[in-house]
C-alpha cells in the first residue's frame, strides 16, 4: 500500500554506531535503562553504607580489618570513628535521595514508558534528555569523590546530613567534614538540580505537545498523571535548592553572611578577631531551612508519586478490575503535589517558629491525609473483588499500599507540633520516613521492574526468585523499622555513633542488634534480585508483546520497542486505560487502541454478567 | 486501507476515534505531522509548539529561582542591622536603556520573520546581539566601579546580593546571546519546507520570549536593588 512506503520513508533510522546506540543516545528508552543502572550501581552505594552503620550501632568497638583497609582515614585499624559515622549518615541520605529515589522513578522508568505510554515516538527534546542523563551521572562522580577527600585527618567526607544545615556547613573550618568534601557535596547537588530540571522540562512538554490522536488527558494512564506532576514538582522546587545551593557556596568560598549569624566562636576564636575566622555578621541559619525544605518536601513527592503511579497501573492490571475512580486519583495526585509546596514548616517545628505559623503548617500538614487517604481506599477499592493475579509485581504493589499505609501513619502523629518537638531527631523520625519515602518508593519500582522488564528486554523476570524476593524483603523492612519507632519513642536520638554512653538506652541494646541482623538479611536478599535481573536479561523466558494482557500502549508494540517505539505507524487511542473485565468483551481486558465498533459488535450483552463473576462494571 | 504493525490493533483510519477529542487542540498530537499522512500546515504548527511550551516551562524554573533569591534578599534585609545599600553605579541606568532597547529591536525582527523579510530579519537580530553585549559590558563596568570603591562580594550583605543577582542574570542573558546566535546562523540556511518553517518561526518566537523574560527580570532586579526598602 501506498500509504507504508510513504510511513516508512518518514521514519527515523536508528543509530548503527555503538557509542551513538548506547553511550550518548538520544533514545530516550535507551536513556531510561542508563538512569536504571545509575541508580542500580547508587543504590549498592547507599545500601552498603547503611549496613556499615548499623554495624557500628549494634557492634562498637569491634575491629573490621577489611575496613581499615578501605578507609585508613575514616576507620583507622578498622574501628569507624564517629566522624566516619556521619560522613556515612551524609552520604547514604543523599546518594539514596537524589541518585536513588529520584533518578530510578522519574529518570528511569518515566524516561522509558511516557512517550510510549502517551504514543509518542520520542521525548520533545531528545538531546536535552541526553544533556540530562549526563549531567546527573558527573553529580554522581562528584559526590563519590567528595568521600575521598577528607577534611581533617579522621573524615573521609562531608558531615551534615542530607540537609546540610548551616551555619555548620556554612564554615569551612567548623570542624572534621566541613572542608573540601562539603565543597563537593554542595556542587555535586546544584548539578543535580540542573540535570533534573533539563529533565522535568522536557517531560512536561512531551506530555503536553507529544500526545497520540485519541489520547485525550483523561485517557493518560495513572502513571503519566503521577510522571506529570512529579515534573511539576521538580521543575518548581529545584530551582529553589539551586539558589540555596549557590548562597551556601558563596558564604563558604567567597566571605558572603547569607546564614552565618555574627558572633559565633569557632573553636575559641570569635567570628572577625582571626584571619582563620574572618568577620560574618547577620546571617539567618533558619534562612538555609526555608530554603532547602523548601525543596525537601516536594522532593519527597517527586520520590513516591511515581510509585502511586506504578501502583495504581499494576494494582489495576491484575485484579483484572478498572481502578477505582480514576478522576478521584488524578485530583489526588494533583492535590498531594499542590499540598507538598505548602508544608515545609514541618520540618522546622523545632527551629524556633511562631507557634501560628506551626499550626498553620500543622493543618496543612494533616489535610495531606485526605488525599492520600483516598487514593489508598481506591487502591483497596481496585483489588476489592477482582481476580486477582498474585506475580511478583502485583506483590510489590500490594506491599507498596501495605509500606505507605504504615510509614504515612505515623505521618500524621509527626505532623503535630505537640508529638514532634518531643519525637524531632529520634528514631521514630527515622523510621517514619524511611517506610513511607524511601521503602515504599522502592517497592514502587520492584513493581515496575518485575512489571516491565519483559517490555523492556523481551523476557520475563524469574517469578519464584521474585517471590522469594518479595518476602524476605517485605517482611525484613518491617524488622528493620518498626522497632525504630519504638527506639524513638523512648528517645533514642538519630545521627549518633553509638549509644553505649547512654544508661537509659542500654536496655534498647537487643532491638538494635536485631534491626541490623534485619536489615543484613534484606540486604542479602537484594542480591537475588541482582542476580534475577541480570539473568533474566539472557535466560528469562520470552515474553510476547503483551504477556500481563495489559491494555495500555507500550503492550502494542513489540518487547522490547523498535527505536521509534511503534515502527513507524504511530497508535490511535479511542478509550481510556483501565478497560479491564468490560461486560460483553470478548476478553477480560480492551486494548486502548481497540475502535469502539468491535466491542459493539461484540457486546450485545451489556446488561448482562461478564463471566468473570462481576456485574457492575460500566463505562 | 487497514494496517497492522507489530501488535497494534486494526484500525480504520478513515474514521476518527470515537470518543476522543473531535479537534484535538494546539497541544494534542503533536507527532502527527511527522506520520507522513495529514501534512496540512497546522500539525506541523503543533509539532512545533513544543518550542513555545517547552520555553514557557523553563521560564517557570527560571523564575522560581528568582523567587528564591527575591525571599532570601527580603528575609536576609530584614534579619539584622548590618545591611547597607550600595550607591547604584549610574552606568546601570544605560543597562536598563540598553536591554529595553534589545526587547525592542529583537521584537521588529521576529515580525520580519514572520513577514519573510529574511534581510532585516537578519539585520535586526544584528541589533539585538549588539545591544545585549553593550548590556553585558556596562554590567560588567558597574562591577569595575564597585571593585574601584572597594565593595566587594563579601563586604556587605547588600553588596553580595548585588554581586550574585546582576551575576546570575548576566548568565542567562549569556544563554539568550548564544540563542540569538543560533537564530542569525540559522539565516543562512532558508527552508521552504513547512515542518521547517514552522519550526523555525517556533524556536525565534522562544527566543523572543526568553530575551522579554530577561528584560523584565532586570528591571524587577533593577528596582529590587535600588528601589525596594
Not at chain 1, 547537588?189 to 540535570?195: E, L, R
Not at chain 1, 489495576?316 to 515545609?344: C, D, E, H, N
Amino acid at each position: 500500500m501506498s500509504g507504508e512506503t510513504h510511513e516508512a520513508v518518514h521514519r527515523h533510522p536508528a543509530p548503527t554506531g555503538f557509542i551513538r546506540k548506547y553511550i550518548f543516545s538520544l533514545d530516550h528508552k535507551v536513556i531510561g535503562i542508563q538512569y536504571i543502572m545509575l541508580a542500580l550501581v547508587a543504590v549498592l552505594v547507599g545500601m552498603t553504607m547503611s549496613v556499615l552503620m548499623r554495624m557500628n550501632l549494634s557492634w562498637p568497638g569491634t575491629n573490621w580489618p577489611i575496613l581499615g583497609t578501605l578507609f585508613p582515614g575514616g576507620a583507622p585499624d578498622g574501628m569507624m570513628t564517629p566522624e566516619f559515622y556521619l560522613s556515612l549518615v551524609t552520604m547514604h541520605g543523599t546518594i539514596m535521595v537524589f541518585f536513588v529515589l529520584t533518578t530510578a522513578p522519574q529518570g528511569g522508568f518515566g524516561n522509558y514508558f511516557l512517550p510510549i505510554q502517551i504514543g509518542a515516538e520520542d521525548m520533545a527534546f531528545p538531546v536535552l534528555n541526553m544533556l540530562s542523563f549526563w549531567v546527573t551521572l558527573v553529580g554522581f562522580i562528584v559526590i563519590l569523590s567528595a568521600i575521598f577527600f577528607s577534611g581533617a585527618d579522621s573524615t573521609v567526607g562531608p558531615i551534615g546530613g542530607w540537609t546540610g544545615y548551616a551555619p555548620l556547613s556554612a564554615l569551612p573550618n567548623a570542624g572534621p567534614g566541613q572542608g573540601m568534601g562539603m565543597n563537593l557535596w554542595i556542587i555535586s547537588i546544584a548539578i543535580f538540580c540542573v540535570g533534573s530540571l533539563l529533565g522535568a522540562l522536557n517531560f512536561i512538554t512531551t506530555l503536553l505537545n507529544m500526545r497520540t490522536r485519541g489520547m485525550s488527558l483523561m485517557r493518560m494512564p495513572l502513571t503519566c498523571w503521577a510522571w506529570f506532576t512529579t515534573a511539576v514538582l521538580a521543575l518548581l522546587s529545584f530551582p529553589v535548592l539551586l539558589g540555596g545551593g549557590i548562597l551556601l557556596l558563596l558564604d563558604r568560598l567567597a566571605g558572603t553572611s547569607f546564614f552565618i549569624p555574627g558572633g559565633l566562636y569557632l573553636s575559641g576564636i570569635l567570628s572577625g578577631t582571626d584571619e582563620r575566622f574572618p568577620l560574618h555578621t547577620g546571617g539567618s541559619p533558619i534562612l538555609w531551612q526555608h530554603l532547602f525544605w523548601f525543596f525537601g518536601h516536594p522532593e519527597v513527592y517527586i520520590a513516591i508519586l511515581p510509585g502511586m503511579g506504578a501502583t495504581s497501573h499494576i494494582l489495576s492490571t491484575f485484579a483484572r478490575k478498572p481502578v477505582f475512580g480514576y478522576r478521584a486519583m488524578v485530583f489526588a495526585i494533583f492535590a498531594i503535589g499542590l499540598l507538598g509546596f505548602f508544608v515545609w514548616g514541618h520540618h522546622m517545628f523545632i527551629s524556633g517558629m511562631s507557634p501560628y505559623s506551626a499550626m498553620t503548617f500543622s493543618i496543612l500538614t494533616l489535610s495531606i491525609g485526605v488525599p492520600s487517604a483516598v487514593k489508598t481506599f481506591n487502591w483497596l477499592g481496585t483489588l476489592w473483588g477482582g481476580r486477582i493475579r498474585f506475580t511478583t509485581a502485583m506483590l510489590f504493589a500490594i506491599g507498596f499500599v501495605s509500606l505507605f499505609v504504615a510509614g504515612g501513619i505515623t505521618g500524621l502523629v509527626l505532623g503535630q507540633t505537640s508529638l514532634d518537638l518531643p519525637m524531632h531527631d529520634t528514631y521514630f523520625v527515622t523510621a517514619h520516613f524511611h517506610l513511607v519515602m524511601g521503602v515504599a518508593s522502592i517497592f514502587g519500582m520492584f513493581a515496575a521492574t518485575y512489571f516491565w522488564f519483559p517490555k523492556m528486554f523481551g523476557r520475563l523476570m524469574n517469578e519464584s526468585l521474585g517471590k522469594f524476593h518479595f518476602w524476605i524483603t517485605f517482611i525484613g523492612v518491617y524488622c528493620i523499622f518498626v522497632p525504630m519507632h519504638t527506639m524513638g519513642i523512648v528517645g533514642m536520638p538519630r545521627r549518633f555513633a553509638q549509644f553505649t554512653e547512654y544508661e537509659y538506652l542500654k536496655t534498647l541494646h537487643p532491638l538494635v542488634v536485631f534491626v541490623s541482623i534485619a536489615a543484613i538479611a534484606t540486604v542479602l536478599a537484594q542480591i537475588v534480585f541482582y542476580f534475577n535481573l541480570l539473568w533474566s536479561i539472557f535466560k528469562g523466558k520470552r515474553a510476547g508483546e503483551n504477556p500481563w494482557d495489559a491494555t495500555t500502549l507500550e503492550w502494542t508494540t513489540a518487547s522490547p520497542p523498535p527505536h521509534d517505539n511503534f515502527a513507524g505507524h504511530l497508535p490511535v487511542v479511542y478509550r481510556g486505560p483501565y478497560e479491564f473485565a468490560v461486560p460483553g468483551a470478548a476478553n477480560d481486558f480492551v486494548m486502548q487502541t481497540e475502535p469502539e465498533v468491535i466491542l459493539q459488535a461484540v457486546g450485545s450483552g451489556r446488561e448482562g454478567t461478564s463471566g468473570n463473576g462481576h456485574d457492575g462494571h460500566r463505562h | 486501507m487497514a494496517t497492522t504493525v507489530t501488535g497494534t490493533k486494526t484500525i480504520n483510519k478513515g474514521k476518527s476515534p470515537v470518543g476522543g477529542p473531535r479537534f484535538p487542540g494546539g497541544n494534542g498530537g503533536g507527532s502527527r505531522g511527522r506520520n507522513g499522512h495529514d501534512g496540512d500546515m497546522s500539525h506541523f504548527e503543533s509539532s512545533a509548539n513544543r518550542y513555545r511550551i517547552g520555553m514557557w516551562v523553563a521560564l517557570a524554573a527560571i523564575l522560581m529561582m528568582f523567587t528564591a533569591l527575591t525571599s532570601a534578599y527580603i528575609v536576609r534585609a530584614a534579619s539584622s542591622n548590618d545591611w547597607r545599600p550600595i550607591a547604584m553605579p549610574q552606568i546601570l541606568l544605560l543597562s536598563t536603556a540598553l536591554i529595553v532597547a534589545s526587547s525592542g529591536t529583537l521584537e521588529l525582527a521576529r515580525r520580519k520573520l514572520k513577514e519573510a523579510a529574511e534581510v532585516s530579519y537578519h539585520r535586526w537580530l544584528l541589533m539585538t546581539t549588539a545591544l545585549g553585549v553593550a548590556f553585558v559590558g556596562s554590567q560588567l563596568l558597574a562591577w569595575r566601579q564597585l571593585v574601584g570603591q572597594g565593595v566587594y562580594v563579601g563586604s556587605n550583605p547588600h553588596s553580595s546580593f548585588f554581586y550574585l543577582l546582576t551575576a546570575t542574570h548576566g548568565v542567562h542573558l549569556l544563554g539568550g546571546l548564544i540563542a540569538l546566535t543560533y537564530l542569525r546562523l540559522r539565516t543562512r540556511r532558508t527552508e521552504r519546507d513547512g515542518q521547517a518553517l514552522a519550526k523555525r518561526h517556533a524556536v525565534a518566537d522562544a527566543v523572543t520570549l526568553y530575551w522579554h523574560f530577561m528584560d523584565g527580570l532586570w528591571i524587577y532586579l533593577f528596582l529590587l536593588l535600588f528601589f525596594w526598602r
